[in-house]
């Protein structure tokens, strides 16, 4: 395993991070008036957080991080420009915290010692919450549709 390899993965994993931030404040001001607004902009706050981690992370490589990513072209095509319900919002970025976590967990075994023990012992942990969150909130939303049909 090469250091390039290590810091091309870290890379693609922070823009991916840094993407899902972006894309959670998108949802949020997307339903701005909704209850979960807030919730939203909480998970965007937690994937911005995973983004600076993985910054410190490349910088202590000597590498210089990117600032951009796609996450959020995964999830958004089904949003602009479409009337949507919460739910299917919220279906859309549950499939994409599972791909992310999927990314992770598909990372450790090309990552030097240190960058694997971030990711296993903290980034895959807060990955599996905000998964959780979002699996959560569909959950709950489904009941919903459920009781008012």
Not at 78 to 91: A, H, P, W
Not at 109 to 132: C, F, K, M, W, Y
Request: charged residues 25%.
């Amino acid at each position: 395993m090469g250091e390039e390899t290590a810091v091309h993965i870290l890379m693609a994993l922070r823009m991916g991070e840094i993407s899902a931030a972006e894309t959670y404040e998108s949802a949020a001001r997307f339903f701005p008036s909704s209850e979960i607004s807030f919730e939203l902009s909480q998970l965007a706050a937690e994937h911005a957080k995973r983004a600076r981690k993985l910054r410190r992370c490349l910088r202590q490589i000597g590498t210089a991080a990117g600032a951009s990513a796609q996450w959020g072209g995964f999830v958004f095509p089904k949003l602009d420009g479409i009337q949507c319900t919460e739910l299917e919002m919220l279906t859309a970025l549950q499939e994409a915290e599972q791909q992310a976590l999927c990314a992770y967990q598909n990372s450790l075994g090309r990552l030097d010692e240190t960058s694997q023990a971030l990711v296993r012992h903290e980034l895959i942990p807060e990955q599996e919450l905000t998964d959780n969150v979002v699996t959560t909130l569909c959950d709950g939303m489904r009941l919903l549709a459920r009781k008012s049909a």
